[in-house]
């Protein structure tokens, strides 16, 4: 992603439309929040009016379009003369718009980004990535689990995005072009965007309390590895995985060969460090044999292991993990807790 100098537009709210039409048309690929009547998941769509109209944020996570549940890695064929494999990477990816996403959406790109492609380029990952034009919506609104502001984040961060667009008080949108990508989009559709408006976006944002302090939390976390506090915390922890499956950032996995004779696959598909198996050694011994050491695995990570290797945290503030806990565990209880 190239982050250029922010430059800013007005755009009214049918020509919101219209760019979505415009964007269809071109053969994008376009995930958006959809209501499926239980709940709001970002999901494939074709037409405007599939797009759900008040969320807060969607109950699954963005990273889907990047990080899939499951894909082939590779598959071979043993022949005569040798083996062949099929590389999917080497397969052109689709143009894949990520529309209606909230600022932590588009900001956790960036830590997953750090995991995929900072010591190693997995191409799976970086080619999708490429290909991903993010036009999010700033939150005018918030709940009791948001809490983006205590991880450097915010309901109007640009962080991530290639255009935000934040709803103003006339009704019409200040969209805000961050990237050469965005930039794009605005020279293709040059008839939909205005002049720069005069209202500040400030004050049509939603106020998220700030909880506890990164850096704080960070460096305290030194010296808290063998507190009770963990067994504590995780003791109604069930191991089911949901936080992780939700989680934006979340991107352990595990790898499965398919062996039919003469050719396989290798499939990734997603993991937890929640899960009893996860550490699980062939000789029977498990270096995280509880909940509690495994807990403390998840709140290191995010908020230890990642600040110091990559300088930003593992966690992007959305709540997703606490709102979807069926045992009710709130992550912020826990951090502000230590």
């Given at each position: 992603m190239v982050v250029m100098r922010t430059e800013n537009y007005s755009i009214k709210k049918p020509s919101i439309e219209k760019?979505?039409?415009?964007?269809?048309?071109r053969g994008k690929t376009i995930y958006a929040p959809k209501n499926n009547g239980e709940?709001?998941?970002?999901?494939?769509?074709?037409?405007?009016?599939?797009m759900a109209g008040d969320y807060l944020v969607t109950a699954n996570s963005a990273k889907e379009v990047v990080f899939p549940r499951y894909e082939k890695v590779f598959s071979y064929k043993k022949t005569e003369d040798g083996i062949l494999i099929d590389d999917p990477a080497d397969i052109p990816f689709p143009e894949v718009v990520l529309w209606g996403s909230r600022p932590c959406d588009a900001a956790a790109f960036i830590p997953l980004t750090n995991i995929?492609?900072?010591?190693?380029?997995?191409?799976?990952?970086?080619?999708?990535?490429?290909?991903l034009l993010v036009l999010s919506f700033s939150?005018?609104?918030?709940?009791?689990?948001?809490?983006?502001?205590?991880?450097?984040g915010g309901p109007g961060n640009t962080a991530g995005s290639d255009i935000l667009f934040t709803k103003l008080s006339t009704g019409d949108f200040l969209a805000e072009i961050i990237t050469?990508?965005?930039?794009?989009?605005?020279?293709?559709?040059?008839?939909?965007f205005e002049a720069s408006p005069t209202e500040e976006k400030e004050g049509n944002l939603a106020k998220v309390e700030t909880r506890f302090n990164q850096d704080e939390i960070q460096a305290k976390?030194?010296?808290?590895?063998?507190?009770?506090?963990?067994?504590?915390?995780s003791r109604a922890c069930l191991g089911c995985g949901s936080c992780?499956?939700?989680?934006?950032?979340?991107?352990?996995?595990?790898?499965q060969d398919e062996a039919h004779g003469s050719h396989g696959t290798r499939l990734r598909c997603w993991d937890s460090c929640g899960f009893s198996l996860f550490t699980l050694h062939a000789s029977g011994h498990n270096p995280r044999?509880?909940?509690?050491?495994?807990?403390?695995?998840?709140?290191l990570h995010k908020f230890r292991y990642m600040p110091d290797k990559s300088k930003v945290a593992g966690c992007v503030g959305c709540g997703r993990c606490s709102r979807s806990c069926p045992a009710g565990i709130n992550i912020l209880d826990t951090v502000t807790a230590l």
């Open positions: 760019l979505f039409d415009n964007l269809a048309e709940r709001v998941l970002f999901q494939k769509i074709k037409n405007f009016g599939e995929f492609e900072q010591d190693y380029t997995d191409n799976l990952y970086s080619n999708r990535r490429k290909n939150c005018d609104t918030c709940d009791e689990f948001c809490f983006c502001t205590s991880v450097n050469e990508k965005g930039k794009k989009v605005v020279e293709e559709n040059p008839s939909l976390l030194h010296e808290l590895f063998e507190d009770p506090l963990w067994a504590e915390k992780v499956f939700v989680c934006p950032v979340c991107s352990c996995f595990d790898i044999p509880d909940q509690g050491a495994r807990w403390r695995q998840r709140i």
